[in-house]
């Protein structure tokens, strides 16, 4: 049995019912967010443009632009369902730990969203460690065991 088995194995036996409203919630948050970004791109262009660490190509800007509201937008749709849930969190990923490292660190307002997404990067690891759940498309879309 190779590594992403074991994996899933693991993640198939330790799930609490619990855990299903949590991505039920995460997903419709990231959409949400994907759902903001995709109405309001000035204010993504501005929030990314602004970061002084990253000197991006205009070819560039509108890539990661695109990537983000696309990904959050798919991804917390497919994360709500629990359809291609490990895979939709591991594509959620790298746009929050850049959320917290780039954005939300440097600022000093307390309204800043640091502390949700620390929450959400968080939920992200652990649902590609997990998966689903039995509350879930994937679990209705599976066939029994033969």
Known sequence: MNFIHKIERFGDSHHPA???VLRITLGIFLFLKGYGFFHNM?????TIENQHLLDLSPG??????YYVTFVHLAGGVLITLGLLTRLSSILQIPIVIGAIFLINIFKSSPNSDLWLSIFACVLLFLFALIGSGPISLNKLLSLPNR
Request: net charge neutral.
């Open 42 to 46: 000035a204010y993504l262009r501005y």
């Open 60 to 65: 560039m800007l509108n890539f990661v632009m």
């Open 18 to 20: 619990i855990m299903d």
